[in-house]
């Protein structure tokens, strides 16, 4: 199991929006910035958002973050057909002086 | 733009040593800002850090404790790359292998650039 708590799968249809939850500890979220990755099938993980909140260049303003004390949320606006592919929260565990991620999320268009 | 380009076997016998390397372009292994990661993910495990190298005046290294006893990651600043070995290999450390960078150490900032993956089967 995981560090960090993501629910296994999200859907929703073209032009709606989903949110994906990432729940940690204070020995992670608690004190730690929070990214956030997209995997397409066969694909490298991308980084979607870095520091809570930031998009890194090229990343569309559809994709957000937030956090608030252990946990953290991706929000995803218009959502597009392109956009079905597994997410991945990931931070720094104090504890475990080590990377850390969420077992990832299925997001669905229907 | 910086780039990772990773090789190595993508077979490996249990009990032998896993090997890869990830060269890089673009960017400096021994540069003081970023931090030079691994990666490992499986269906099993998910995605999972594997351990890091990064250049503060000096080299410094650390491990995930799955792994601590058998890994190592070695900066090569002749050839700008960045080594893994994984020893004592088992079916368990079957998975796809990914190096990454952090752009800075002094804070989790995410891993802004990966190499492509190398699946890696542990079988005889």
């Known amino acids: 199991q995981s560090v960090l708590t993501q629910p296994p799968s999200v859907s929703a249809a073209p032009g709606q929006k989903v949110t994906i939850s990432c729940s940690g500890s204070s020995f992670n979220i608690g004190n730690n910035y929070v990214s956030w990755y997209q995997q397409l099938p066969g694909t490298a993980p991308k980084l979607l958002i870095y520091e809570n909140n930031k998009r890194p260049s090229g990343i569309p303003d559809r994709f957000s973050g937030s956090k608030s004390d252990t946990s953290a949320t991706l929000g995803v606006t218009g959502l597009q057909t392109g956009d079905e592919a597994d997410y991945y929260c990931?931070?720094?565990?104090?504890?475990?002086?080590?990377?850390?991620f969420g077992f990832g999320t299925k997001v669905t268009v229907l | 733009q910086v780039q990772l380009q990773q090789s190595g076997p993508g077979l490996v016998e249990p009990s032998q040593t896993l090997s890869l390397t990830c060269a890089i372009s673009g960017d400096s292994v021994s540069s003081n800002g970023p931090a030079w990661n691994w990666f490992r993910q499986s269906p099993s495990r998910g995605l999972e850090w594997l351990g890091r190298t990064y250049y503060r005046s000096k080299w410094y290294s650390n491990y995930a404790l799955s792994v601590k006893s058998r890994i190592i990651i070695n900066p090569d600043t002749g050839k700008n790359q960045v080594s893994l070995q994984l020893s004592s290999v088992t079916p368990d450390d079957t998975a796809v292998y990914y190096c990454?960078?952090?752009?800075?150490?002094?804070?989790?900032?995410?891993?802004?650039?990966w190499g492509q993956g190398t699946t890696v089967t542990v079988s005889s």
């Open positions: 990454a960078r952090m752009p800075v150490v002094t804070h989790y900032s995410g891993m802004d650039v």
């Open positions: 990931g931070t720094w565990d104090n504890s475990l002086n080590a990377a850390v």
